[in-house]
């Protein structure tokens, strides 16, 4: 099956905020592409003969949409990009390329990611390490945990007590937050999408880290697919969606539920914390870039 491949070029101070605008539109899999992510991961001891070339001299942010989906992906792009200042050229790019190529040239530059108690390697790799390792293949919901909202989540992760605790992760993508609970020591996660490309890469995911017996992955909206409480939310999404999902939420949390929102860009910040703090207790909030993801506890 083909897709529309679009590609922003830009600079690596506002590749996240033309990130935002793609995944606004575009399917799961946004990738950045900087040539200075290539030397300054420590976690790469080596790098393919040849790979620089796979990078441009701007930053590339390349999203992906369905043939028929292109012409008003690109009207909004147009309209959402003009507003911005010292971005670079900001030209766009469109190809048409196959979805397994697409998948293909997305793992030539995956490598393992290692944070302070884990390490995100993918399945077609291995890695010798102290530290838990999550095993996964971000199929087309892409989800490593290289993106900063992602990674926010995962610091914020590492840090909690999840012995024995019911962990929620809202719009799961690959499944990496509430799997890597489970890997830390949670008893319980429920993984939910709306996309089901997404949840069938959480569900493999879930399976090559043996944790089918502790992880439900379900397709559809929040309130439609779970019920109960849970001790610790992950809702890794944007702010627009955050704030749409506000009442959802509401429905499965308790007294003392921690819940982390993330994918917040700074100049929404306001709204989602004046739509949560009615029943929410703000314990921080953490900021990476223009990113910021919020720590709550119910009231």
């Known amino acids: 099956m083909n897709f529309s491949e679009i590609a922003v070029y830009t600079t690596s101070e506002m590749a996240e905020v033309v990130a935002y605008f793609l995944q606004e539109v575009c399917m799961d899999g946004v990738s950045i592409y900087d040539i200075k992510d290539l030397y300054d991961n420590p976690s790469w001891d080596y790098k393919e003969e040849g790979i620089e070339l796979q990078y441009a001299s701007e930053v590339v942010v ?178 627009d969606i955050l704030q749409l999902l506000r009442a959802d939420i509401a429905q499965v949390v308790k007294r003392g539920t921690l819940l982390v929102l993330s994918g917040i860009l700074d100049v929404k910040l306001d709204g989602v914390l004046a739509l949560y703090c009615d029943i929410f207790q703000v314990l921080e909030i953490k900021q990476k870039g223009e990113w910021r993801a919020l720590i709550l506890k119910r009231k």
């Not at 043939?67 to 469109?94: K, M, N, P, W």
């Not at 909206?221 to 702010?239: H, M, P, R, W």
Request: aromatic residues 6%; glycine residues 8%.
């Open 62 to 239: 390349k999203g992906y949409c369905n043939l028929e989906d292109t012409d008003s992906v690109l009207h909004f792009l147009r309209q959402s990009l003009s507003g911005l200042t010292d971005a670079g050229s900001l030209d766009i790019v469109v190809n048409t390329v196959d979805g397994n190529a697409w998948v293909d040239s997305f793992r030539k530059t995956f490598r393992p990611i290692e944070t302070e108690r884990l390490v995100i390697c993918p399945e077609w790799q291995s890695v010798e390490t102290p530290k838990t390792v999550f095993l996964m293949d971000s199929g087309v919901a892409f989800g490593t945990g290289q993106h900063e909202t992602t990674s926010m989540c995962l610091e914020i992760l590492e840090k909690l007590n999840l012995t024995g605790k019911k962990v929620l992760d809202v719009g799961c993508g690959s499944g990496i937050l509430g799997l890597c609970a489970l890997l830390l020591g949670a008893k319980q996660a429920e993984l939910v999408d709306i996309d089901v490309q997404a949840t069938d890469v959480a569900k493999h995911n879930a399976e090559i880290n043996g944790l089918t017996q502790r992880a439900t992955v379900k397709t559809g909206n929040l309130t439609e697919q779970t019920s109960g409480k849970f001790d610790i939310v992950f809702a890794n999404l944007t702010a």
